[in-house]
């Protein structure tokens, strides 16, 4: 079964081709700047020349057009015909406190995705876009929606709640999400399998430390708690978000600097995390290169990144009663050797050792890279979110098959 | 409708905030002036209006790059065809206002609709001197146009209702304002109740009721106002609050709108308020008061 995997954005679309018979990318690709006259489609396909065109599409239902026409392309493309594509997979950002897990498409979960766009503004209203710029273009393909936060709702009240108000919860649903799911899910898996051991007896802790980070305790194969909350500001050091602060720092600052509230928002999520402190970038490669010339605000973002990211694996310890591995994954936690080695360090009493040869090898395997005689496993797991999200369709998408046949069946005896 | 490039007539602190704003929010915009150096001067004082709101964690260098591409700077109307809404915000004053109307109504495409900053001008008036009055509505933005989410949909005697829902509909989708609609009248209803209030607070000082200190705090704190009357007068600049009231008591009659003598005293000495660094307070040169 072939399966396009799609994540929306307002004005860029990217995509993935899966062949699920062996889970291969048959190619992959983008469409930005929707929207304007000069949007550009790019595609790769393993083995060729990259493809680029420009032209004006002006909106999602043109942009969906756009990347069919480009896979099933005479010439460039790689499927016959765009009646291969069998299923197609979104992300979404926010499922709420609706969506457990992945689910089909149908009237009633657009109607609840929809209910969500105050959640998030910025990304659920896009994701919309983009399915029904597929029923378009596609009509009466089947399509899956897999969530950011699904993952987690397996939190406890404990973890979950905020010690606010709890009307706020009633009225507005306030209380804590946590994304990245799809990543911490799918690494989870992984490890255990990298590991030789059945998930539900493991106590682990992913970081998928990337543009944005977050760390996730599982607990058994499920999340008991997450360091992102309502938004995906809480939490760690980012890039050039805040992660956990002082509440009363927003009214404070906004009382002494004239602020508006959306001044405050864009100063925490915009201006924020590595870029406020080293004062150079909120690319954690130029911190590490500026660190190496001897440049301290670049030293003092790194080892506040490291700090606050080692609290969180001291506490998620707490939380289970121990941990048994530690995954690292995304960008920064699947290359920077320098940044998991600085985590592990001060780890010691929990029984981390790492191997520092394994640890810096650069490869793009799943791999463990403590020493033998470490207490706590630690791995390196490359994510990939695109991939559980067509795993996550095709398992849907057959599980609905066989319960219509099923059903037909059982007309036929009535 | 989709509008997607506007063009915006005049660089002056209303053309550049609309220009600005649209440009934030994703639009292109084409700003005309009639010489380089207006020009030049308006995309120095939005870069600078930008820079401000870096400074204010507001916006990153980034943003500040796409807001400032998106502005295209021109010198001839013509060029406006290709936008599906035009908005006229050069000096309230009737015969200039009218000019610059019968040139856009050539100019613009037959779809294309024409608004105007107007605050205080008969739109009606300003419809009258083109081939397609059905197609002119007032759009009136308040100052500062980032911060102020409110806009005046003004519909003169000819609008269309198809012009005024494709016009609302910009306003509240597009560039998410809330939208109010007014008929037409002298000063609608926000510059017609301001300009009175800031009239009336003129009266007080000159009877030496309290001084304009005490005055500004008594209707900032008293009435959450965010400035109180002078420093409202000083922002919008008080030969545009002279301006103002002179056409509505010009066109209403009414004594209550004649212009205070201490504000023509105040304009003939060219003390125009946060422009000049000077009205009834003083302002440093990013108009913050010293």
Known sequence: MKILVINAGSSSLKYQLYDMTAETVLASGSVERIGMETSIVTQAVPGRPDMREVSEILDHVTAVKRLLDMIAHPEYGVIESIAEVQAVGHRVVHGGEVFKQSVLVDETVKLEIRQLFDLAPLHNPAHMMGITAVETNLPGVPQAVVFDTAFHQTMPEVAYLYPIPKVLYRRHKIRRYGFHGTSHHYVSDQAAELLGRPLDELKMISCHIGNGASCTAIQHGVSVDTSMGLTPLEGLMMGTRSGDLDPAIVPFTMNKEDLTLSDVNSMLNKHSGLVAISGLSSDMREIEEAMAEGDRNARLAFDMYVYRLRKYIGAYTAVMDGVDALVFTAGIGENSSSLRAEVCKNLSYLGVKLDDAKNGMRTKKPREISAPDSRVRVLVIPTNEELLIARDTYKLVTEQASSLSGQREEGTDA | ?290
Request: one cysteine or more; charged letters at 25%.
């Open chain 2, 1 to 290: 409708m989709a509008v997607r490039k506007v063009g915006v007539v005049g660089a002056g602190t209303m053309g550049r905030g609309i220009a600005e704003m649209l440009a934030f929010k994703g639009l292109d915009v084409l700003l005309v002036e009639k010489t380089e150096s207006n020009l030049e001067l308006g995309l120095a004082t939005i870069a600078q209006s930008l820079d401000k709101q870096i400074d204010k964690w507001a916006l990153t260098q980034a943003e500040k790059k796409l807001v400032l591409n998106r502005i295209h700077p021109t010198h001839t109307l013509d060029e406006l065809a290709e936008c599906e809404l035009i908005i006229e915000t050069i000096t309230e004053e009737l015969e200039a206002k009218l000019a610059v109307m019968r040139e856009l109504d050539r100019a613009a495409g037959a779809e294309t609709i024409i608004a105007s900053n107007t605050s205080t001008l008969s739109l009606t008036e300003l419809a009258s001197v083109t081939e397609h009055p059905q197609r002119v509505i007032g759009l009136h933005f308040i100052h500062p146009v980032s911060h102020i989410d409110l806009v005046e949909i003004v519909r003169g005697l000819k609008t269309s209702e198809s012009t005024f829902d494709a016009t609302k509909h910009f306003v509240e989708k597009i560039i998410h304002k809330k939208g109010i609609m007014v008929f037409e009248s002298p000063g609608f209803v926000t510059t017609r109740l301001i300009c009175l209030h800031i009239n009336e607070a003129l009266k007080v000082l000159e009877e030496g009721v309290a001084s304009e200190e005490d005055i500004d705090s008594a209707m900032r704190m008293g009435y959450s106002f965010k400035y109180g009357p002078f420093e409202m007068c000083d922002r919008f600049g008080l030969d545009a609050v002279q301006a103002a009231l002179e056409n509505m008591f010009h066109e209403y009659g009414e004594l209550k709108y004649r212009p205070s003598i201490v504000l023509k005293k105040m304009v003939r000495a060219g003390q125009l308020g946060v422009k000049t660094g000077a009205g009834f307070f003083n302002y440093d040169k990013d108009g913050d008061r010293i």
